[in-house]
């Protein structure tokens, strides 16, 4: 099997969507007994009383293994541009093992880095998904083509009830906001991109609440 692995923050006796982050594993190609090992090991790592922490479970043919590290802060982002995404590149639909592009692109931006493609859509970052609040008030997130379906982008989909479809870098100027979702943040507003700030939408930082409370 393709190397894949899981990524949950453990915070407060918690795994936020944990079953859907199982879901994900046996879709992206994990057998029962695997998601069965991957799932013991979130059971163990809440009994861990140390400050939040992020778990990554990372399985292929050789087992099941997981990894810890401090989680990165949830406070708003400043994201600098690489024009690497490619909406036809399949290979990204995984969350696979090998993360040398991602590695690349943030070598080259200096940091985390919003994926735009040649003719101007948005795709992710090199960590997270983005959801768009849009300038007529409704929700988008970039369709999912070459991008990876992350498991806070689907929770993020039903509680906006977003329109996945093609974002374009020109709307963020005049958007009432955008946002990181990811599992190891939750929702993080995006305060700039390469210099440019955004406007701060409350719609957002409620939704960033309501993943916060989530059991």
């Given at each position: 099997m393709i190397p894949i692995f899981e990524t949950v923050l453990v915070d407060d006796g918690r795994i936020r969507l944990r079953a859907r982050h199982l879901e994900r594993l046996a879709r992206c190609g994990a057998s029962p007994a695997q998601v069965t090992a991957v799932d013991a090991c979130f059971t163990d790592a809440l009994l861990l009383t140390d400050p939040p922490f992020l778990l990554r479970v990372d399985v292929d043919d050789e087992g099941v293994r997981p990894s810890t590290r401090p989680?990165?802060?949830?406070?708003?982002?400043?994201?600098?541009?690489?024009?690497?995404?490619?909406?036809?590149?399949?290979?990204?639909?995984?969350?696979?093992?090998?993360?040398?592009?991602?590695?690349?692109?943030?070598?080259?931006?200096?940091?985390?880095?919003?994926?735009?493609?040649?003719?101007?859509?948005?795709?992710?970052?090199?960590?997270?998904?983005?959801?768009?609040?849009?300038?007529?008030?409704?929700?988008?997130?970039?369709?999912l083509r070459g991008i990876l379906p992350g498991v806070t982008r689907a929770w993020a989909l039903e509680q906006t009830d977003a329109t996945e479809r093609d974002v374009r870098l020109d709307e963020?100027?005049?958007?009432?906001?955008?946002?990181?979702?990811?599992?190891?943040?939750?929702?993080?507003?995006?305060?700039?991109?390469?210099?440019?700030?955004?406007?701060?939408s409350a719609a957002l930082h409620e939704l960033a609440r309501t993943w916060r409370e989530l059991p």
């Amino acid at each position: 099997m393709i190397p894949i692995f899981e990524t949950v923050l453990v915070d407060d006796g918690r795994i936020r969507l944990r079953a859907r982050h199982l879901e994900r594993l046996a879709r992206c190609g994990a057998s029962p007994a695997q998601v069965t090992a991957v799932d013991a090991c979130f059971t163990d790592a809440l009994l861990l009383t140390d400050p939040p922490f992020l778990l990554r479970v990372d399985v292929d043919d050789e087992g099941v293994r997981p990894s810890t590290r401090p989680p990165r802060p949830a406070t708003p982002v400043e994201l600098m541009i690489d024009r690497s995404y490619d909406p036809d590149c399949d290979e990204r639909l995984l969350k696979t093992a090998d993360r040398a592009w991602a590695d690349a692109a943030e070598a080259a931006a200096g940091g985390e880095a919003l994926l735009v493609s040649t003719t101007g859509l948005i795709g992710e970052t090199t960590r997270a998904s983005v959801l768009l609040h849009a300038a007529d008030g409704g929700f988008a997130v970039p369709d999912l083509r070459g991008i990876l379906p992350g498991v806070t982008r689907a929770w993020a989909l039903e509680q906006t009830d977003a329109t996945e479809r093609d974002v374009r870098l020109d709307e963020l100027r005049s958007a009432h906001g955008a946002a990181l979702l990811t599992a190891g943040r939750g929702v993080v507003p995006i305060a700039a991109v390469e210099g440019i700030a955004l406007a701060r939408s409350a719609a957002l930082h409620e939704l960033a609440r309501t993943w916060r409370e989530l059991p």
